[in-house]
């Protein structure tokens, strides 16, 4: 069965820190992954998209990796800011209409 | 902005009544999913359509329904409606079925 798993389920952290979010799928075949922002109450914005060969991929202060081998990716936030407060959602996609959704990391940024 | 709209933002409807929500793709995207996203739990997939015909279908009863209309806009229906269908309701276009999505703001439904 095609899973994504994302860790921690989450996580609050000081405003100005750094913080690194889990994703690990089990999605066969795997044509690629993607991290979303969603904030509360509001559809899912695209951060980065990876396919099978790249391994980093950076968007402003969001820097996403991929390890195909192990199945596994991870999202980095740097310097965070108050606005980075929202759900962050892995979205895998195994090819024709195979996208299967993890459940998110609920972020939260105080000051 | 991703230039996919859904309306209606919010409403509130009672057991048993239907409910049609619509949306319209960004320009140039011929491919509409629908997913209902549940209070704490991610989006989880309803069905697609791709030029007016349905695509594919996620674990959903027949109650849930849909249309794609010639300019790639949809329609979600749902009849008979339960209080486990209360939800956000979001709609994505893309361009070609695999396709990266492009999310509405997704319409709130619930069900008293």
């Known amino acids: 069965k095609n899973q994504v798993e994302q860790s921690p389920q989450s996580l609050i952290i000081l405003e100005g820190k750094n913080c690194t979010l889990q994703c690990n799928y089990t999605v066969s075949p795997f044509s690629n992954l993607r991290w979303y922002k969603q904030d509360t109450g509001r559809g899912p914005v695209s951060l980065t998209i990876m396919t099978f060969s790249e391994n980093t991929k950076s968007n402003g202060r969001y820097t996403a990796t991929l390890d195909a081998d192990t199945k596994q990716s991870s999202l980095h936030i740097t310097a965070s800011q108050l606005s980075d407060s929202a759900s962050y959602i892995c979205v895998v996609s195994g090819g024709y209409q195979k996208v299967t959704f993890g459940i998110g990391t609920k972020l939260q940024v105080i000051p | 902005e991703t230039g996919v709209t859904q309306s209606p933002t919010h409403l509130i409807k009672t057991r048993g009544q239907q409910v049609t929500l619509r949306c319209s793709s960004q320009?140039?995207?011929?491919?509409v999913s629908w997913y209902q996203q549940a209070l704490g739990q991610g989006p989880q997939f309803i069905f697609q359509?791709?030029?007016?015909?349905?695509?594919g279908r996620g674990n959903f009863p027949p109650r849930f329904s849909g249309l794609q209309f010639p300019n790639y806009s949809s329609e979600l229906n749902v009849n008979a409606l339960e209080l486990d269908d209360s939800a956000l309701y979001l709609c994505a276009s893309s361009f070609m079925v695999t396709g990266e999505l492009f999310f509405g703001e997704g319409s709130r439904l619930t069900v008293l």
């Open positions: 320009s140039g995207h011929n491919t």
């Open positions: 359509y791709y030029r007016e015909e349905e695509n």
